[in-house]
């Protein structure tokens, strides 16, 4: 009975979108929000910790956006995890994919090194390291509850995870993850040896630096700028970087003749440092004016936000309701397919991730100015 009607539901949705671009009018919200990734391209909501996930030792691993739900765009990954006194992971790389790390919780230090340079961080919420191509790199999960956001371009990472899952995990209590004396899997060197198919090499003679200092760096002199300067952002798409929450690049957009509201983009991967590929970074907004509408946009790449402060209001065109994302929540948004965004809580913010070069940020940095602040003018 329940898979007739799942059936029903799944032709009738696929119908729609094939004959309509995502336009049809009597779209039922409960449609937008699901509880298991699509695996085909369409407009959706995932609420945080709602999703089934991997568990590798004590990590759980959730796919909030999938190689199939975005066409290859991106994965976006949720790792949510207790601390473990070893590393995650044994030291690697990847060749044909740029890996990002957002920290959304907890504490973690993450290692990159390439070039003989080698740069180690302890990133806590809010702070971001890039991995391009051919990175050695490895990290270490410090606190009780931690969660990594993950990015990895282009899309089907997830495959490796489920490959070398050791459970399926779910939780009726939408546990982040579940109690146990589980190992850290970083530690079979036969294993990660043999995931070249998964574009995983290892580099098992890396040995990550451990000697963090007060401000939570650690690796070769001259590359110490964290929490005690503005960061940087790489030249171009082969080198490593960090970006300490809001010590990197701000502009400010918006605020329209005094009636609109303000979003700051704080930029880590533009066009220069993916080759085009793919943008991420932040948006920070105040709360949308009463009586003002929000910017719809439609943009040539898949699009997806996470909502990771305040509260968000999202519409996705060909639904008639709005859906407000708390922290944690995705909205995958196609190509072509508009979107409109607005901050219900006085202060809120959310992680994007667009595919390209013509990228939500991107519309929004061509209307914007440099700025100094992590907030908006007070007036
Ligand atoms: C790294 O260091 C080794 C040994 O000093 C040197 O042979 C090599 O050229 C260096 N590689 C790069 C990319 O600088
Ligand atoms: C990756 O980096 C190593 C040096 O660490 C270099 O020898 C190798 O050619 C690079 N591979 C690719 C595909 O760029
Ligand atoms: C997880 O579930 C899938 C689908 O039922 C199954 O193929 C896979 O073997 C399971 N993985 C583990 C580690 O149990
Ligand atoms: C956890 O597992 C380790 C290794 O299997 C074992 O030595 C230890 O006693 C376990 N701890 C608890 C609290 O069960
Ligand atoms: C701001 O709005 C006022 C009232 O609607 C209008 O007269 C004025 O021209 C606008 N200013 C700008 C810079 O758009
Ligand atoms: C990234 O962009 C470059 C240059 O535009 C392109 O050659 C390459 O195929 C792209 N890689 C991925 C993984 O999308
Ligand atoms: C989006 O629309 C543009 C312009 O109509 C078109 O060239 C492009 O192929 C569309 N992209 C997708 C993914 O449908």
Request: net charge negative.
């Amino acid at each position: 009975m329940l898979l007739l009607v799942v059936l029903t539901t799944l032709f009738s949705i696929s119908s729609c979108l094939a004959s309509s671009q995502y336009v049809a009018s009597k779209r039922d919200l409960s449609s937008l929000i699901v509880t298991k990734v699509p695996d085909y391209v369409r407009p959706y909501v995932v609420r945080a910790y709602t999703l089934d996930g991997v568990r590798l030792g004590p990590q759980v691993y959730r796919f909030p956006v999938t190689g199939a739900s975005s066409g290859n765009a991106f994965t976006l990954i949720s790792t949510a995890t207790p601390a473990s006194t070893e590393l995650g992971v044994l030291p690697h790389v990847h060749l044909a994919h740029y890996e990002n790390f957002f920290c959304l919780r907890g504490r973690f230090s993450l290692w990159a090194s390439k070039s003989n340079t080698t740069s180690g961080r302890i990133l806590t919420p809010g702070d971001y390291g890039a991995v391009p191509y051919n990175t050695t790199h490895t990290f270490q999960i410090l606190d009780p509850f931690t969660e990594m956001v993950g990015v990895i371009q282009p899309g089907g990472f997830e495959q490796l995870f489920y490959f070398l899952a050791q459970a399926n995990y779910t939780s009726t209590t939408y546990a982040p993850f579940p109690q146990g004396n589980f190992t850290t899997p970083g530690g079979d060197a036969g294993t990660i040896s043999k995931l070249q198919e998964f574009d995983v090499y290892a580099k098992l003679d890396f040995s990550p630096p451990t000697d963090f200092d007060a401000n939570g760096v650690a690796g070769d002199a001259g590359v110490g700028v964290w929490h005690n300067g503005e960061n940087a952002l790489a030249g171009d798409s082969q080198t490593p970087f960090f970006v300490a929450k809001s010590y990197g690049p701000k502009y400010l957009a918006g605020g329209g003749n005094g009636t609109g509201e303000y979003f700051i983009v704080e930029p880590f991967v533009t066009a220069t440092q993916s080759a085009g590929n793919f943008t991420q970074g932040t948006i920070t907004m105040s709360q949308l004016p009463s009586g003002v509408k929000p910017e719809t946009y439609s943009l040539p790449g898949h699009t997806a936000l996470e909502v990771i402060d305040g509260l968000v209001g999202v519409r996705i065109g060909g639904f008639e309701e709005d859906v407000m994302m708390a922290i944690g929540d995705v909205v995958f948004v196609p190509a072509n397919t508009t979107l409109s965004f607005w901050g219900e809580a006085a202060y809120s913010k959310v992680l994007y991730v667009g595919q390209g070069r013509d990228t939500l940020d991107a519309r929004l940095m061509a209307e914007a100015r440099s700025w100094g602040s992590a907030i908006w003018p007070a007036a």
